[in-house]
């Protein structure tokens, strides 16, 4: 499977417009006709359009100058040359675009989003556009105008209705395949999702966002890299494993880097730590009764909806979907 890429650099360059041409009118027995050389065509311009497609960048690993299509030179019988065609690059919906030398931005919120990034340059004339009382047989012809061009950031913020986050190993892929079937991987190691994974919920979107650690929003671990993958989430559950000693601790740890990251990149109210949030208690089975009551009762004190679930047990699974749904229907 190709690895997930999520940001990329380009160098992009809108058409360059047609030439003006020099010609002259073919007539019986005139040793030359006036002028009759034709403007040359628009150079295509350079648009950016969303689609629902969020491997698409890996498409452009190999690739990264494109060009919209040159305008046609002039002809003769006082004929344009054509407009070039446009070029559209399609990037993933969440996409966010930045002009590396004017910082000016663009961002692909839905699908079918279409954004002008550079225009085509103008045909020249040609030279039956310079005639006149005075200069009736003019040699005059333009080139035509370069296209804008220019260096390109993208960077894709994922949108999804629930993301998946906790630390590592807390049960985020295990939790994503059973409800959506994935298929992400699992492993009992740090950081086995070193990239995002999504998959359908009864038509809701829920991405796995990889395990976020402590020094996350200043780039430790995985770093910020995926933090601001949860920026476009609609809400979170928070995954906590019962094979930390301290739970409390643990959920705290991530709450601190969420903070950290919204003050960080100046967000407010629309930060990470704003998003409603569910706390999920996860591997109830390696624990005793008592423990997952009293676990779930210091969580309760937070004043937010808290789930417990094992993967092996097949009710408390089918419990969790239904109260999922739930939220996100009401979200």
Same mark, same amino acid.
């Given at each position: ?39 040359? /065509? =628009? ?8 689609? =629902? ?29 054509? =407009? ?12 966010? $675009?930045?002009? %590396? ?26 030279? @039956? ?56 991987? $699992? ?11 999504? /998959? ?11 395990? $976020?650690?402590? /020094? ?13 993958? %949860? ?38 109210? @629309? ?5 409603? @949030? ?54």
């Amino acid at each position: 499977m190709a690895s997930f890429i999520d940001e990329i650099k380009i160098r992009a360059e809108a058409g360059k417009g047609g030439d003006g041409v020099v010609r002259w009118r073919q007539e019986k027995f005139v040793p030359k006709g006036g002028p009759a050389g034709g403007d040359g /065509g =628009r150079g295509g311009d350079f648009y950016i359009k969303a689609v =629902r497609d969020i491997n698409i960048l890996a498409k452009y690993k190999s690739k990264k100058e494109f060009l919209a299509e040159k305008g046609g030179d002039g002809q003769g019988k006082s004929l344009h040359g054509k =407009r070039g065609e446009d070029f559209f690059l399609e990037l993933p919906i969440g996409s966010v $675009v930045t002009n %590396i030398e004017t910082d000016q931005k663009w961002q692909l919120l839905k699908e079918g989003d279409t954004e002008l990034l550079l225009k085509g340059g103008y045909g020249g004339y040609g030279n @039956e556009h310079f005639k006149s009382s005075v200069n009736t047989t003019p040699k005059e012809f333009n080139y035509g105008e370069e296209g804008e061009k220019g260096e390109f950031s993208v960077e894709l913020e994922l949108f999804a209705d629930l993301g998946l986050i906790g630390l590592p190993n807390a049960g985020k892929s295990s939790l994503l395949n059973i409800l959506t079937n994935a298929e992400a991987k $699992v492993g009992d190691y740090p950081f086995t999702t070193l990239d995002p994974n999504l /998959g359908d919920f009864y038509g809701y979107i829920v991405a796995d966002i990889p395990g $976020v650690i402590e /020094g996350a929003s200043e780039g430790k671990g995985l770093g910020v890299k995926f933090l601001r993958h %949860i920026k476009r989430t609609g809400m979170l559950a928070h995954l906590v494993s019962f094979e930390n000693e301290n739970m409390m601790q643990a959920y705290n740890d991530i709450r601190n880097e969420l903070e950290k990251y919204d003050t960080k990149e100046n967000l407010g109210d @629309e930060g990470l730590s704003s998003k409603k @949030e569910i706390i999920i208690l996860t591997k109830t089975d390696v624990v005793d009764f008592e423990r997952v009551e009293q676990e779930k009762s210091n969580f309760t004190k937070l004043d937010k909806e808290v789930l417990v679930v094992s993967l092996f047990d097949d009710k408390a699974v089918k419990n969790l979907q239904k109260e999922l749904s739930k939220f996100l229907q009401d979200l």
